[in-house]
């Protein structure tokens, strides 16, 4: 009877793993062959506040794990890395992600962090955040929901770089002209798959 159930439960995984569900972190990535490109999508590691702490569970349709940092993990670079390499001529290499205390986030200007309104940076950590600021890099973070969320992003790069206050690109910017003419209808909320659905089950 024990032998019958762990043969099903085995032919579960193998099936799930075969459907994308299944990611096993860290010693498996490292494990993978590794080619450096002109760019590659950096994710931020990081705690979350006592809070918001997120248990172990799916983070997209295609990986499991737990914290806030994780959110849309691998989905979202992967879909990003394809857009990138359709769009442009960059040479787009793997995914991957480092905490802040990591050295080698110094080797990648480009860093992506999500759900910083549930993030919870140390002293070292928003150290590390500022050198690599002031260093060049560039930070891209997404997904605020409620002002509460905004906040917690204000007072944390307020740490970061003291005395230099969050201001908007404007719209005459040369960066907002780089690939396409960002205007003024350009400037809106794009919701997530999963929340048109909601919104179409409602409608029903």
């Not at 910083?116 to 002293?123: F, I, P």
Request: aromatic share 14%; net charge negative; hydrophobic share 40%.
């Amino acid at each position: 009877m024990k032998r019958a159930a762990l043969t099903v439960l085995l032919i579960a995984c193998v099936a799930l793993a075969q459907r994308g569900r299944f990611f096993r972190r860290d010693a498996d990535e490292e494990s993978l062959p590794k080619r450096e490109a002109e760019f590659h999508f950096i994710r931020m590691e990081y705690t979350d506040l006592p809070q918001h702490r997120r248990g172990y569970g799916f983070v997209s349709r295609e990986g499991m794990g737990n914290g806030w940092w994780m959110q849309d993990w691998p989905a979202a670079e992967n879909h990003f890395t394809t857009g990138l390499q359709r769009l442009t001529r960059i040479d787009a290499g793997d995914p991957r992600h480092f905490p802040l205390t990591d050295d080698r986030i110094f080797n990648y200007p480009w860093l992506y962090a999500t759900q910083t309104g549930y993030w919870d940076l140390s002293d070292v950590e928003t150290a590390r955040l500022r050198e690599y600021l002031m260093r060049g890099g560039f930070l891209v973070v997404d997904d605020f929901w409620y002002e509460q969320d905004w906040e917690i992003f204000r007072q944390t790069m307020e740490r970061v770089l003291p005395n230099h206050p969050i201001t908007d690109i404007a719209l005459s910017d040369p960066v907002m002209h780089v690939l396409y003419d960002i205007q003024q209808k350009d400037l809106m909320f794009i919701p997530g798959s999963r929340h048109l659905q909601r919104v179409a089950k409602a409608e029903i």
